[in-house]
């Protein structure tokens, strides 16, 4: 094991250990092998002393690939927060912190619920709340008295929602254009129905004009992976190649295809 000690180094030295260490690494990936988790630890710490954001991230990404821990997720997750730019990333970052059980506060839970609400997805609030609320996670009485609300909120919007589905699925069947039909994906994917999700989605892409094909082909992705089929999921987050962020998202969809997949609430 290398060990180098900062407080022991010269400024112009800081660099040191990632000198050492950076082509030990590059030379096991070379050879097909996977270096210790303690060697990506270090390069971490290395890259995080010389303010290299973009190295420590790559860094989470390889202990996530290789050794994923709940804590790496969680900063994994915590890194594509600070560079969101819109509600629409950030709900798709805390759709993936989700999936991979990296929600830790509740305050995620909330704000992932009251985006879901903004973007019309009662059937996602509802379900994150009460995901939450099973897993215990609303201990403070602020919090608690938050996620309260919301869900009471998200309760009501689902019961209209629920009722006009079918008059939602026959006028985006009706339009030359996908947009409805991957709001309604979106919609069935909340509420677990994602055999209906996939076909919506899949309809929408394929008509084309789509504002936002990125979200569609995560969406995509998502309600394949929740079928087991992570074949098609791969292919559906392979897709993702536009928008930087949302291209990050996919990629770490695409490492999560071997592992297990959380389901939304029926």
């Not at 403070?140 to 929602?161: F, P």
């Not at 069935?188 to 129905?193: D, K, P, T």
Request: with cysteine; charged share 25%; hydrophobic share 40%.
């Amino acid at each position: 094991m290398i060990v180098c000690s900062p407080t022991m180094m010269k400024p112009s030295d800081q660099s040191m250990p990632r000198r050492v260490i950076t082509p030990m690494i590059s030379k096991i990936e070379a050879s097909g092998k996977v270096p210790q988790e303690q060697h990506y630890r270090i390069l971490q710490t290395a890259c995080l002393r010389l303010k290299d954001d973009a190295c420590v991230v790559e860094q989470i990404e390889k202990l996530v690939q290789h050794y994923p821990k709940p804590n790496y997720w969680t900063d994994l997750t915590n890194s594509l927060l600070r560079v969101s730019k819109s509600d629409r990333e950030l709900l798709n970052i805390l759709r993936l912190a989700d999936g991979v059980n990296a929600l830790t506060d509740p305050s995620m839970y909330n704000e992932m619920a009251q985006l879901a609400m903004a973007q019309g997805l009662p059937g996602e609030a509802q379900a994150i709340i009460e995901k939450g609320m099973q897993k215990g996670v609303f201990t403070g009485g602020r919090e608690k008295d938050h996620a309260t609300r919301i869900l009471g909120e998200a309760k009501t919007a689902v019961a209209l929602d629920k009722s006009t589905l079918e008059k939602q699925d026959a006028a985006a069947r009706a339009k030359p254009t996908g947009d409805s039909d991957v709001k309604l994906g979106a919609a069935y994917l909340s509420y677990g129905q994602n055999d209906k999700a996939v076909e919506a989605l899949q309809r929408g892409i394929g008509k084309g004009s789509v504002k936002n094909p990125d979200e569609a082909g995560l969406l995509l992705g998502i309600a394949y992976l929740r079928l087991n089929n992570k074949a098609e999921a791969t292919k559906a987050f392979q897709s993702v190649n536009k928008d930087p962020i949302l291209s990050r998202i996919a990629k770490l969809w695409l490492l999560n295809t071997a592992g297990p997949v959380t389901t939304a609430a029926g």
